[in-house]
């Protein structure tokens, strides 16, 4: 089993920046593949960013691609989602996941452990 806890949302402007960062517990994360999802109100669940389990595989959703960063750090059993250029659309709650896979995974039902998700809010 794998706790997520994430962090590092809040209300900024256009433009501005934020740090996500999900805590993991429970087990080490060295095979743990990652993933962010967002939701806004009245919509699905949607992809973000995912990482592999070395760090070295990622990919992002193209709304996203060019602005946002997913890294990990296994000593620190924290996955991160730097996100510059903030625009209002990215407003959300985001979301961390996690799978016990060596490959990148984007899709949500494939993912067994969640966390709480935190706030994100960019106001124009």
Known sequence: ???????????????????????????????????WFRQAPGKEREFVAAIGWSGRSTTYADSVKGRFTIFRDNAKNTVYLQMNSLKPEDTAVYYCAGVASFVVRTGASQYNYWGQGTQVTVSS
């Open 1 to 35: 089993q794998v706790q997520l806890v994430e962090s590092g949302g809040g209300l900024v402007q256009a433009g501005d920046s934020l740090r996500l960062s999900c805590a993991a517990s429970g087990r080490t994360i060295s095979t743990v593949s990652f993933g």
